[in-house]
């Protein structure tokens, strides 16, 4: 189970919203590179970036703060995954190119699911699909519009298509520090046969706990922002027991076999 630091950027700064209004933004940090290095510093085995400018957009907003992020990087090997206001093949080869790992497409694959299907194709590996949703509905746009579409039916439909892992955020607890909706994730996750990283309202180390607990249903890592800028969650403690307790859970079933 990978715990997974978030940088959202926003006007070129490192911040946190609730629940994704942008209104309601609170800045973190103002140099997003410095505090790529300080979550490496703590042990982080992947980054999640996302342009909250350019969801809103639909086109890239912080290209300058990502390149940046990648280059103080250096030689390391630590997977960044980027999403937000990426809607063509050429800003997906562009952020390739320049070390991102995964792009996630959000809003263009419910409004586009063919551009989704293309970027499987033209990017073996390295695409991810984001599924926001509120009582099992997706939103697009930045979370600004709710849509008839069931979470589930999606990520079928989207793993068919090649997509490398399911991003799975409850934007009701997004930002909230109200806990992980695990029955939601859990639901999402069971049917499906590609990893899904859980996102939005982990806490504590509980949270933590309960994750772990439901990982072989297929949630491979959690995505962390406003508990670890606040305090509420130490990442270095909460990836040190999930690595004790996922080397538990192997050692049970082993055991079992």
């Given at each position: 189970m990978l715990i997974i630091p978030a940088i959202d950027l926003k006007d070129g700064h490192c911040v946190r919203l609730k629940q994704g209004v942008m209104e309601d933004a609170t800045v973190f940090?103002?140099?997003?590179?410095?505090?790529?290095?300080?979550?490496?510093?703590?042990?982080a085995r992947r980054l999640h970036l996302v342009d909250l400018n350019g969801a809103f957009a639909g086109k890239p907003k912080n290209e300058a703060a990502v390149r940046?992020?990648?280059?103080?990087?250096g030689d390391s090997d630590v997977p960044v995954q980027l999403g937000g206001g990426i809607r063509d093949l050429e800003t997906i080869e562009r952020y390739l190119d320049i070390g991102v790992t995964y792009i996630i497409i959000g809003t263009a694959a419910v409004k586009v699911p063919g551009f989704l299907h293309e970027a499987c194709d033209a990017f073996p590996g390295h695409i991810m699909v984001g599924l926001d949703a509120k009582g099992g509905k997706v939103a697009v746009d930045g979370w600004s519009k709710l849509t008839g579409h069931d979470v589930a039916d999606l990520a079928k439909r989207f793993e068919g298509y090649g997509v490398e892992a399911v991003i799975y955020t409850d934007i009701g607890r997004d930002g909230m520090l109200s806990g992980v909706n695990?029955?939601?994730?859990?639901?999402?996750?069971s049917p499906l046969h590609v990893p899904v990283i859980a996102s939005g309202g982990i806490t504590n180390l509980d949270d933590v706990r309960a994750l772990c607990a439901v990982q072989a249903e297929g949630i491979t890592g959690a995505i962390t922002g406003r508990a670890i800028y606040e305090g509420t969650l130490n990442f270095s403690a909460a990836q040190a027991l999930a690595d004790e307790l996922t080397q538990a859970s192997a050692a049970l079933n082993g055991a079992a076999l």
């Open positions: 940090s103002e140099d997003p590179a410095a505090m790529a290095q300080h979550w490496l510093a703590q042990g940046s992020i990648i280059e103080t990087m695990i029955p939601a994730t859990v639901e999402l996750a």
